[in-house]
């Protein structure tokens, strides 16, 4: 085992201060004392392959974010009321890698504060207060945005006014009708909260349904939707705080749905753009390599009269020490072409697990974009029946090699495979080698 005796120590200190909500992961616990790329290192200088971490989506430790970060905090750290150029260039630059129409935004620290707000305009802006979101749908951990979260279960009611509707599952569903279903669930739902005067504000959804299992496909189905929701006068708002900065090969994940350029720079639209795109996007996670810093991103028409009549001040909110690392993270996206990277890798890591599930029954349906893949994990004997046993098996079996991965989906069958997106060749290899060996120890 792995577990030092200071660790052990340190787990059972831990559980006389920490809340009971602390959950760790992995039967057995991993004590990680620092970070590098794709790989965590335990204080034995054991190398772990991280697998699973999307906030440092540039890699742990990036050396441009301590340095922007460092620099930034020796010189000033304040508050968004003062004149700030760092703050304003930065804005001018992330707006310029989202469609024209979306061109203002609001920090926040959080994706939970972000959504939160987003919801807020949403109401505000059309005089409705329904919303709808997926069956198991994660979106944060304030009232309302908890409010919005089936996935806490059923000790965390919705908040009044939400509605869920199942997500598409490319597991169950046939592609060629996947998209028409989710989209005539939402015209249910939206009708629902017309017939009982509440109307609807929003459809909120991950653009790459993590929570739901990672569900990428049909690419569409988002706009399909959204289409639907602006019949009934509400809007779209895309929740990127996992799909954004690039993770599903294009910059924002809404862009596999909407066909608007998937691109890092600055640029026209693509010609002949009918789809709808998102009326507010949310973003969080990896936008400062992991120090707190989110947004709201939409039309400067939509939030105008909230703003001037309500009022959003966020004391921490984009503060110039998280602009520092949110500059420093957007410049490498670009320079490397994270997204482009995201989609190479992923692609070969999609194409060694469905190799792998040739061999090894209990995969099931490999779902990916860019870097955000979901394996189903089967029972082999049955092979349409979710197996969340196993898929534990296999996460923690992974975790015995050094390899983090995690488990999550509506059953908590389907591997959540989602690194870092400078995950190189090498990482991928060693995944996969230790995947199959993970497999055949199960099998025996
Ligand atoms: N939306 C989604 C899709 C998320 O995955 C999360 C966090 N897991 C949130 C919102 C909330 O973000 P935060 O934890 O930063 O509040």
């Not at 410049?331 to 995201?342: K, S, T």
């Amino acid at each position: 085992p792995d577990l030092s005796p200071e660790a052990t120590d340190l787990l059972r200190r831990r559980s006389q201060v920490l809340s009971s909500s602390y959950r760790l992961f992995y039967s057995e616990p991993v004590d990680v004392v620092c970070g590098q790329g794709s790989h965590l290192f335990d204080a034995a200088g054991n190398d772990y392959l991280d697998v699973y971490n999307n906030v440092p989506g540039i890699g742990h430790s990036h050396p441009r974010v301590t340095e922007y970060v460092s620099a930034q905090l020796a010189t000033l750290n304040t508050h968004t009321r003062y004149l700030t150029e760092a703050v304003v260039s930065y804005s001018e630059d992330l707006l310029a890698t989202f469609p024209t129409a979306l061109d203002r935004i609001t920090y926040a620290c959080s994706g939970s504060e972000a959504i939160d707000l987003a919801v807020r305009l949403a109401r505000f802006a059309t005089g409705h207060r329904g919303v709808i979101v997926t069956a198991n749908a994660y979106h944060g951990t304030t009232e309302l945005s908890a409010g919005l979260s089936p996935s806490l279960g059923e000790n965390n009611p919705l908040g009044p006014d939400v509605v869920t509707v199942e997500a598409p599952d490319g597991f169950r569903d046939d592609p060629a009708t996947a998209s028409a279903e989710f989209a005539a669930r939402i015209r249910t739902a939206a009708e629902d909260l017309e017939e009982r005067g509440i109307g609807l504000a929003a459809v909120l959804v991950d653009s790459v349904l993590s929570s739901d299992g990672v569900q990428p496909e049909p690419a569409g189905f988002l706009a399909e939707a959204a289409t639907v929701a602006h019949e009934f006068g509400g809007l779209w708002i895309a929740d990127e705080v996992q799909p954004g900065f690039g993770r599903t090969g294009t910059m924002w994940g809404f862009e596999r749905h909407t066909g608007t350029r998937g691109d890092t720079q600055p640029g026209p639209e693509l010609p002949g753009l009918e789809a709808p795109i998102p009326d507010i996007a949310v973003l969080g996670k990896p936008m400062g390599n992991g120090m707190p810093i989110s947004a709201v991103v939409t039309r400067a028409e939509l939030g105008e009269e909230f703003g001037r009549r309500v009022r959003y001040f966020n004391t921490f909110g984009g503060n110039p020490v998280s602009i520092a690392a949110a500059r420093a993270v957007l410049e490498v996206v670009r320079e490397e072409d994270l997204p482009g990277h995201a989609s190479t890798t992923g692609a070969a890591l999609a194409q060694g697990l469905s190799d792998l599930a040739q061999d090894f029954f209990l995969l099931g349906q490999v779902r990916q974009a860019g870097l955000f893949l979901g394996v189903e994990v089967v029972d082999p004997e049955a092979p349409r029946a979710a197996d969340p046993a196993r898929a534990s098996a296999v996460v923690n079996g992974l975790r015995d090699r050094r390899v983090l991965i995690s488990a999550s989906g509506p059953h908590a069958n389907v591997l959540k495979i989602r690194p870092p997106l400078v995950f190189g060749a090498a990482d991928t290899d060693r995944f996969l080698t230790s995947l199959a060996d993970t497999l055949a120890s199960l099998r025996a």
